[in-house]
């Protein structure tokens, strides 16, 4: 499992990351909550780094962003 730290780094710059490219979406918004399980159960099934981690989070909001979340 990959420590806490790196989780929280690589959420935390993947929705700065997202927010910058969609102004619009409030910094409270339901899908900052959905990226934090996504790399949560992301990071269980392999050990990584922040940056591939983050990589993972911004892949998965765009796919909800097409997806009409």
């Not at 969609?22 to 780094?49: I, K, M, N, Q, T």
Request: proline letters at 1%.
């Amino acid at each position: 499992m990959v420590d806490e730290v790196v989780l929280k780094n690589a959420m935390e710059t993947a929705w700065m990351v997202y927010r910058a490219q969609h102004p619009e979406v409030d910094a409270h918004d339901s899908r900052r909550c959905l990226l934090e399980r996504h790399l949560h159960s992301r990071s269980e099934a392999r050990a990584s780094d922040t940056e591939q981690l983050a990589g993972f989070g911004i892949a998965y909001l765009q796919r909800l962003s097409r997806d009409g979340c």
